[in-house]
């Protein structure tokens, strides 16, 4: 699972453009050379009447000739009738997580977003619809204790329910806070074992165009491919930039 609400929002009207961007590259030698690289992007595009959104995250650790961790993905959103009270938002991703053993998924959907409130400041939404998703796992992410004798990959095919509620609000000119919580289920056992999400964050606007924040995200999968932990959560930081 994603966290497409965590991208960059364009609220302001006045604006075409708005990114953020996190980069870190770590580089040693104790005895091989030991490359860590993590990025995070995302950019938001308004033209018309039309929202395109693009985000991106890299992360790899090589000690030597040996990885240590891959993972990453990559995703886009178009949106139509930005202004309007219920829009269409067609979305599509591919993915990879290596640690948890996920060698690769892709998905793509269409949601029916629809705005409680907005204004210059933020605002609420809700959104609903269906997508297809492919996963191919392996045991790379399980304990040993639970590795089972067949440890072949196992691939994955669902038609499933995408459902999320959000919020963005700017307070104190300055201070930017978000979250959203999602659910996703297939539609042969809806409801039965979905995987539940939820996102958080802050931010301090810096300058005009600069700000730093914190990011918190947060998984429950009820009924995971294989046995990892169905609980998963990552923190960060990122540096947004606006223009």
């Not at 580089?27 to 985000?55: H, Q, S």
């Not at 998924?105 to 949601?111: D, L, P, Q």
Request: no cysteine.
């Amino acid at each position: 699972m994603l966290f497409p609400e965590s991208y960059v929002v364009i609220f302001d009207t006045t604006r075409h453009f708005k990114g953020s961007i996190s980069p870190s590259v770590e580089l040693k030698t104790p005895k091989e050379l030991y490359v860590e690289i993590n990025n995070i992007a995302d950019l938001a595009w308004r033209f018309k009447n039309y929202g395109f959104i693009i985000a991106n995250k890299l992360e790899l650790t090589k000690n030597g000739n040996e990885t240590i961790l891959s993972g990453g993905y990559l995703y886009t959103k178009f949106k139509t009738f930005y202004d309007n009270p219920l829009v269409l938002e067609y979305y599509a991703q591919y993915h990879w997580a290596e640690a948890r053993g996920i060698i690769k998924k892709f998905a793509f959907g269409v949601n029916a977003r629809y705005k409680i409130y907005k204004n210059g400041n933020g605002g609420a939404f809700i959104g609903v619809g269906p997508f297809y998703e492919y996963e191919l796992w392996n045991y790379d992410g399980v304990a040993k204790d639970l590795l089972p004798a067949n440890q072949d990959v196992i691939a994955t095919r669902y038609l499933k329910l995408n459902m999320y509620l959000s919020t963005q609000r700017s307070i104190l000119e300055r201070i930017n806070l978000e979250g959203a919580i999602y659910l996703q289920d297939g539609f042969e056992k809806l409801f039965k074992n979905p995987r539940l999400g939820t996102s958080a964050g802050i931010s301090y606007q810096v300058t005009k165009y600069i700000a730093f924040g914190i990011q918190f995200r947060m998984l429950y999968d009820m009924d995971p491919v294989v046995p990892v932990d169905k609980f998963w959560f990552n923190t960060f930081t990122e540096l947004q930039v606006t223009f």
